[in-house]
């Protein structure tokens, strides 16, 4: 008997935030995965793998030409690639609410809601990458700014 696949919705995607700002900034750009794969320099299964997600690390030179094409920053792309949670966990660490913050500068992971890097005393920035639609808000933001839905590591505010 010849078993049926079935095609998972783009919403139950985990890309996680390097794959659904390169996923939204494609889009945006109206490239399809084969046309940035040539301008690129890689094939067009790479970028499927980058955007949904089974590709984590991308290299430096890679996000280089990336940003340069989608027109984006290389700082928010290593940021998004610092963010990208390690996979076969099961659930994603974002709907666990233990979401790590990656150093920018060492790639240490920190909690969530440090400031400062555990490993290098490095100032963390201030924003987070919305994984529904990859763009870049506050990171003690509770809802995207842009796609309105809630922010899974976010945490209510407590009061004074």
Not at 48 to 57: A, C, F, Y
Not at 88 to 105: E, I, K, L, M, Y
């Amino acid at each position: 008997m010849r078993r049926k696949l079935q095609k998972r919705a783009f919403r139950d995607i985990d890309r996680g935030a390097l794959g659904a700002m390169l996923f939204g900034a494609r889009k945006r750009k109206h490239l399809t995965q084969a046309e940035l794969a040539s301008r690129i320099d890689r094939d067009r299964p790479w970028v499927s793998d980058v955007e949904t997600g089974k590709i984590l690390h991308v290299p430096d030179n890679d996000l280089d030409a990336v940003a340069e094409i989608l027109g984006l920053e290389v700082a928010m792309l290593r940021r998004a690639r610092a963010q990208s949670a390690p996979r076969g966990t099961g659930a994603s660490p974002a709907a666990s609410g233990t979401v790590d913050r990656g150093c920018g500068t060492c790639g240490a992971s920190n909690p969530w809601d440090a400031r400062f890097c555990v490993n290098c005393g490095e100032r963390l920035p201030l924003e987070t990458v919305c994984e529904t639609c990859g763009r870049i808000i506050r990171a003690d933001s509770r809802f995207c700014a842009y796609c309105g839905e809630a922010v899974a590591s976010a945490t209510p505010a407590t009061q004074a």
